[in-house]
């Protein structure tokens, strides 16, 4: 192990020793109930993988929970907290109502595949209701999302590149212009982490992604979508609201709001509402700005688009103040793969 894996992983056990010690004491459940006595929490997943499909997905980490996981999650949810549904949540942020106690809503960014086949049985199972916000333009298609792609295409031309001089040279040429030749360097042990952290730091640059999209194709060809990557189609959608599942907007393209024109940003939340409410024939109240991101003029078309609440990815439980920029908890696997972390994470201890 790297001394950065080592120090990762010291921290880690050090944090699991103090919410063991937390948990113990009752000191955990006492925090929780202070810190949340009327003040609700919004928790985010977005993949709900099983373990084995965990390696065969180039989304990144933090955004991906197993399947035990989750439903070890969930149970907790179902034990421990009022669990709401959007309708109730958008009701008393209206009305400015005060919260339940331990009042917590679920929402699931994107609509992944996943979020069909692995998460939603659970939720049946457990009774719990939850928002999924779609990305709309991808919803029934075989299009990826840039980081996907991305991640998998580096990997390819990196395997491409050890079997071919002449294939490399071209690929380093092309992946420079965009900051990217440093995959080029990876070894067999490295290359998924390294592609990772390349697609992250690209994320980080707030970058038009196209043409690297565009460079990578021109150097690899189209990429060939992993199946786990896969994202729902309508007639799921339909299934799912049926059932009870809440659906938001998300934009359309995925593409962050902030870097776009004003025109395009309106375009991006609006049809977004627009594609949901015609196949499912209701309106739709809730909107995830994509990655978080959003400003002033993006929460303006938001409102203007009709929706009554809008979501970031600030952290910690939401406040009484602007409902175009409502905070929520992301949940991934890493910090949460535990019954006593996973309270600490929703309580804002860790």
Not at 148 to 154: D, Q, V, Y
Not at 203 to 227: C, E, Q
Request: with cysteine; charged share 25%.
């Amino acid at each position: 192990m790297t001394p950065m894996g080592l120090a990762r992983a010291a921290k880690g056990a050090a944090k699991r020793t103090m919410v063991a010690s937390l948990a113990t004491t009752g000191a955990l459940a006492a925090w929780t109930s202070v810190k949340l006595r009327r003040r609700p929490i919004v928790l985010t997943y977005h993949r709900v993988l099983a373990p084995a499909a965990v390696d065969q997905s180039w989304s990144h980490p933090a955004i991906i929970v197993t399947q035990p996981t989750f439903a070890m999650h969930m149970r907790l949810l179902r034990r421990e907290f009022n669990v709401i549904s959007l309708d109730e949540f958008v009701a008393r942020i209206e009305s400015h109502r005060p919260f339940d106690p331990n009042s917590c809503l679920v929402t699931f960014d994107d609509g992944w595949r996943d979020t069909y086949d692995e998460a939603w049985p659970i939720l049946q199972e457990c009774r719990i209701p939850a928002v999924v916000f779609l990305s709309t333009g991808f919803i029934g298609t075989a299009r990826m999302f840039w980081q996907e792609e991305i991640g998998a295409a580096l990997v390819d031309a990196w395997r491409r590149a050890r079997a071919d001089e002449a294939f490399r040279r071209r690929a380093q040429a092309q992946l420079a212009e965009h900051g990217l030749d440093g995959m080029l360097a990876a070894d067999e042990s490295s290359s998924r982490a390294t592609a990772l952290t390349m697609v992250r730091d690209v994320k980080g640059r707030m970058v038009d992604t196209r043409p690297i999209v565009d460079a990578l194709r021109a150097l690899n060809g189209a990429p060939a979508r992993t199946p786990v990557d896969a994202f729902m189609d309508w007639d799921q959608v339909e299934e799912m609201y049926a059932g009870g599942v809440a659906f938001g907007g998300h934009g359309v393209s995925h593409r962050l709001l902030p870097a776009l024109s004003t025109g395009e940003a309106r375009d991006e939340v609006t049809q977004s509402r627009q594609d949901i409410e015609a196949r499912l024939g209701a309106g739709v109240r809730a909107f995830a700005y994509p990655n978080g991101d959003w400003n002033a003029d993006v929460a303006e078309a938001v409102r203007d688009a009709g929706y009554a609440v809008a979501f970031g990815t600030a952290e910690g439980p939401v406040d009484a103040g602007d409902r175009y920029a409502l905070r929520r908890v992301n949940m991934h696997e890493g910090p949460t793969a535990h019954p006593s972390m996973f309270l600490a994470r929703v309580a804002g201890v860790i």
